[in-house]
């Protein structure tokens, strides 16, 4: 169950976010809960997580480890804060800052290199969607940013599918539409990666989960957590879809 807070909250919202999340969340033994804020706020969140469960992530990474790189930071920095987790290709990277397939490897990759889960984000447009692309532009991604891992790589990543359509947008994909593009990125983990590996992928949904709508698509086997942004912003709602 991962929160995506995207560029909102100051060190001191996380800190009071915190004081009321970890109460509400406190005994979850049987899942994982991942935070992601910006980076000011990594150090806050990290210490105001310490001996709970609730791990924290980064939204991004640069796939160097240092160096004359502006504005950018690196996954050993990220795992130096006590981070474990970070996003990688999110589609607003994809969108604004023009990430690409490429991108995806090597962020992945250097994620991993510092001991980093990489949580690597996939979904279609509405565009796409509509024009019955999806599963070419799923199979795309699949094959051009999470195909060229290694085996060993590829058994570490988290995959999140997350329909652009549905991302901010208060239009959740219906349980059965994320199954069905679940499915076909399981079959292209198979293709490329085998069959064991294949099941042991963990596949998140994002896109307007809500304390309403979580269980519906829990309900689905294909569907292994969440990748919550907005609804994840308030303490109490993102507590409510842990506990779903
Ligand atoms: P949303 O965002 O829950 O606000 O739709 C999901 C995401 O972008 O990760």
Not at 63 to 85: D, L
Not at 173 to 178: F, G, H, R, V, Y
Request: proline content about 5%; glycine content about 10%.
């Amino acid at each position: 169950m991962a929160g995506n807070w995207k560029m909102y909250k100051t060190a001191k919202d996380t800190r009071a976010y915190f004081a009321k999340f970890l109460p509400l969340v406190n005994g979850v033994a049987d899942r994982e809960i991942v935070l992601c804020p910006p980076f000011p706020n990594l150090e806050a969140a990290v210490s105001e997580a310490q001996g709970s469960q609730v791990k924290i992530g980064a939204q991004n990474l640069y796939w160097g480890k240092e160096g004359a790189v502006t504005g950018e930071v690196s996954g050993p920095m990220i795992h130096a804060v006590g981070c474990t987790h970070v996003i990688i290709a999110h589609s607003e990277r994809r969108e604004y800052f023009n990430e690409s397939e490429e991108d995806v490897t090597r962020k992945t990759k250097a994620a991993l290199e510092a001991q980093l889960n990489p949580i690597v984000c996939v979904g279609e447009r509405l565009g796409e969607r509509e024009s019955g692309q999806t599963e070419r532009v799923l199979r795309e991604q699949f094959q051009g940013g999470i195909g060229p891992l290694a085996p060993e790589e590829f058994a570490q990543i988290v995959i999140a599918y997350e329909p652009v359509w549905a991302i901010g947008t208060g239009k959740t994909a219906t349980p059965e539409i994320a199954e069905e593009a679940h499915r076909m990125i399981r079959e292209e983990a198979r293709r490329r990666f085998g069959e064991d590996a294949a099941a042991k992928v963990r596949i998140l949904y994002g896109g307007s989960v809500k304390p309403e709508n979580v269980k519906s698509l829990m309900a689905k086997e294909e569907i292994d957590g969440v990748l919550v942004g907005g609804a994840s912003l308030d303490p109490q709602s993102f507590a409510a879809i842990v506990n779903f």
